[in-house]
């Protein structure tokens, strides 16, 4: 088959890009490996900054955001004895939504069908061809076992950290960090003890209360690399968490309540560059994958298909290849940006062992919370800067 852009993978990169494609009236056909319910119902993270809902709402794709999705002015930053709210809205004009990539998800699934979006799930054995020439083209094998052939004008690789559209990129520059620890995520079926996520340190490491709805909890602890979900019972969930959240202070107390998922997430930072090859270009997981502690995966996400959707429109529609050959530098500004803050995030909140690195890390939190300058650098970025920052 012939389209104009090919892409591989139908996660939310993947899916926003052949959203916002279309609107620019460009073509393109998506191969995913897994089933429409497997990539509809994975769990992810659930923070949108201010210009990813504004990018969705202008695509068509903010009506349930807005009606489902919950405003949040901010967060809570805590350590021991202490709580601290930083108001994003007041320090930078503009807060954070919380909903979870899974409805992200669901309403770009829901929108590429409406549209009539050519998606093959379930396919096996995709290879990329002659992406450096001119006739570039993904082969793959259907569902029905068939052997297909897509040919194209460009490929966009949002194959996420496993997928073979990275490896087409040769003598890519790779940066990484790897921590050591991990998150331990639990999802329950009880109500939010608060308002607003409280990233907290402890000394017995770094904990988050985040939320789904106002009935979905979404906790997190720092655990060793290695440790089986399953060896921890819910009551030492529940204790761990009441703990290092500081339940009873300030007569402030943690609701437990049924564990319906619980999964351990390792954490790395990782940047490849370039981000573009020949008619491949990356966008997604696919290019970079940041710690979820300062919430920027998805968002990152956005912000490269946001700007590679103008890049191919341009090219394929005006002839234009000033933004498809700028792309992969534009990209990397924000992403570099995000990698710092997701780092800084990173380490500023999980215990070491270490006291040295304790000290430091009290004296970083204290200045962030109650410096206008310090409190005003977190809520820039968390909030997020502007598309093309
Ligand atoms: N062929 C086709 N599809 C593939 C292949 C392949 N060989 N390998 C992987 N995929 C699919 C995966 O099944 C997945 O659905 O590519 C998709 C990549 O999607 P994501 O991993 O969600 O990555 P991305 O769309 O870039 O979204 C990034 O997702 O993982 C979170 O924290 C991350 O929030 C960030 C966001
Ligand atoms: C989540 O809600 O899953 C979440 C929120 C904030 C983070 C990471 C994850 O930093």
Redo the contacts with the bound molecule.
Sequence with gaps: MRTQVAIIGAGPAGLLLSHLLALGGVDSVVVETRSEDYVAARIR???LEHSSVELLEAAGLGARLRAEGDHHRGIYLQWPGERHHLDFVDLVGRGVW?YGQTEVQKDLIAARAADGQEIHYEVSDVELHDVDGDRPSVTFVDRAGRRMRIEADAIAGCDGSFGPSRAAVPAAETFERVYPYSWF?ILADVAPSTDE?IYAWHPDGFA?H??RSATVS?L?LQVPNGTDPQSWSDDRIWTELATRLGHGENGWKLTPGPITDRSVLPMRSHVRTPMRHGSLYLAGDAAHIVP????KGLNLAIADVALLSKALIAQLKEGNPVLADRYSDDAQRRVWRCTHFSWWMTTMLHTSGEAFDAQLQLSQLRWVAKSQAGATGLAENYAGLPIGY
């Design positions: 993270a659930g923070i919380v995520g996520l988050l985040s939320m979404r997190y979820p502690t300062g919430a």
